[in-house]
């Protein structure tokens, strides 16, 4: 098993995303208490990855543990999301990447049906390789949310990298690449959109939470509001993520 630090300064209602990525084809992780599996195995050829969801009640502190095979290299990291949608289904537009193998790694599209929406991209890479922000893509902007999870332990060792592009409108962003990493290996990538949630006549949103040193840099993504008649505030990805393999 291994031991995943809670984000820092979560609020009620903060959507946390727990990706795990399992380093054969076989074992599965137990879910952790009071999370779900929102996506998974999402497999890249060798090895498979799952992403768990729970809502925040604000109080969450420490560490869980993630268990899966004692012979399987296990990683995991966790993001935090604010002024996700409070009730109901938090998502729309998912849809995965069958497994490929490239010396970069490839999109995968979403479709949103309405406005301020959050997509997002979750890669799982066999090796640990450097990412950053897609580039080439079009009906949107994706930006590399905080450095990759990348690590060299085990074999295979392996990648998770979180993609996120606000999408003001209804629309499809598609066609992003990672630069060329110089080595073919595999990966997948399961895309979808959050969606937002519903305020008051005069939307205010909170500043981004900082924080605490994790192993891996943090950076931050600024909400916006829409002045839509029935407003709503696009979710945004807050750096409150810790890693552990």
């Given at each position: 098993s291994i031991s995943v630090a809670y984000p820092g300064s979560l609020l009620n209602n903060d959507i946390i995303l727990l990706v795990v990525l399992i380093g054969d084809t076989t074992n599965t992780p137990s879910t952790p208490a009071n999370f779900s599996l929102l996506f998974g195995p999402d497999t890249t050829g060798v090895q498979r990855g799952f992403t768990y969801w729970k809502r925040s009640d604000g109080s969450e502190t420490g560490n869980i543990s993630v268990t899966t095979n004692a012979t399987a290299q296990c990683r995991a990291r966790m993001f935090s999301f604010r002024n996700v949608v409070t009730s109901g289904t938090i998502y729309?537009?998912?849809?995965?990447?069958?497994?490929?193998?490239?010396?970069?790694?490839?999109?995968?599209?979403?479709?949103?049906?309405?406005?301020?929406?959050?997509?997002?991209?979750?890669?799982?890479?066999?090796?640990?390789?450097?990412?950053?922000?897609m580039t080439g893509e079009t009906g949107g902007d994706w930006t590399q949310v905080v450095a990759e999870y990348?690590?060299?332990?085990?074999?295979?060792?392996?990648?998770?990298?979180?993609?996120?592009?606000?999408?003001?409108?209804?629309?499809?962003?598609?066609?992003?690449?990672?630069?060329?990493?110089?080595t073919v290996t595999n990966y997948a990538v399961r895309g979808f959109a959050l969606l937002p949630s519903l305020v008051s006549a005069s939307p205010s949103v909170s500043p981004s939470a900082s924080a605490s040193p994790s192993a891996s840099p943090s950076a931050s993504?600024?909400?916006?509001?829409?002045?839509?008649?029935?407003?709503?505030?696009?979710?945004?990805?807050?750096?409150?993520?810790?890693?552990?393999?």
């Open positions: 729309e537009g998912d849809g995965l990447t069958a497994s490929g193998s490239d010396d970069q790694f490839f999109d995968q599209s979403v479709t949103t049906l309405g406005t301020q929406r959050l997509a997002v991209n979750i890669l799982f890479i066999g090796d640990d390789r450097d990412t950053a922000s990348a690590n060299t332990t085990g074999s295979p060792d392996g990648t998770i990298d979180l993609q996120a592009a606000t999408m003001a409108t209804a629309g499809t962003i598609d066609g992003g690449a990672t630069a060329d990493t110089g993504i600024s909400p916006s509001v829409s002045p839509s008649v029935s407003p709503s505030v696009s979710p945004s990805a807050y750096t409150n993520i810790s890693g552990a393999e």
